[in-house]
């Protein structure tokens, strides 16, 4: 059995027990016996609205997004993502060689 079904079983059987205890006369368990059903309420209906976070017991807060692409290497294959689209002519590109202009 699982410490959390250990920790709700045990916290069924206390609040039965307060409960006893307030409805035999003991008044004294009457503001614990609010002030915890209050915490339950509270804490279940925001699980409830917001959901548990998968993440929080790995220490993150969100899924790692995808890894950076590197720059592809000189002579290497196009990654697809900088090829034009199907039917479409390719970009111009620059001249290569020193920039045009007067020598100097």
Same mark, same amino acid.
């Given at each position: 059995? /699982?410490?959390?079904?250990?920790? +709700?079983?045990? !916290? +069924?059987?206390?609040? !039965?027990?307060?409960?006893?205890?307030?409805?035999? @006369?003991?008044?004294?368990?009457?503001?614990?016996? +609010?002030?915890?059903? %209050? %915490?339950?309420?509270?804490?279940? @209906?925001?699980?409830?609205?917001?959901?548990? /976070?998968?993440?929080?017991?790995?220490?993150?807060?969100? #899924?790692?997004?995808?890894? +950076?692409?590197? &720059?592809?290497?000189?002579? !290497?294959?196009? #990654?697809?993502?900088? *090829?034009?689209?199907?039917?479409?002519?390719?970009?111009? *590109? #620059?001249?290569?060689?020193?920039?045009?202009? &007067?020598?100097?």
């Amino acid at each position: 059995m /699982s410490f959390t079904k250990v920790a +709700v079983w045990a !916290g +069924v059987v206390i609040f !039965g027990l307060m409960c006893f205890l307030a409805a035999i @006369g003991f008044t004294a368990m009457i503001g614990p016996l +609010v002030t915890v059903g %209050l %915490l339950v309420l509270l804490i279940g @209906g925001g699980n409830l609205m917001r959901g548990r /976070s998968p993440y929080a017991a790995y220490g993150r807060t969100a #899924p790692r997004g995808p890894t +950076v692409a590197h &720059p592809p290497t000189e002579g !290497g294959p196009t #990654p697809p993502a900088a *090829q034009p689209p199907a039917g479409q002519p390719p970009a111009a *590109q #620059p001249p290569a060689g020193p920039p045009a202009g &007067p020598d100097r």
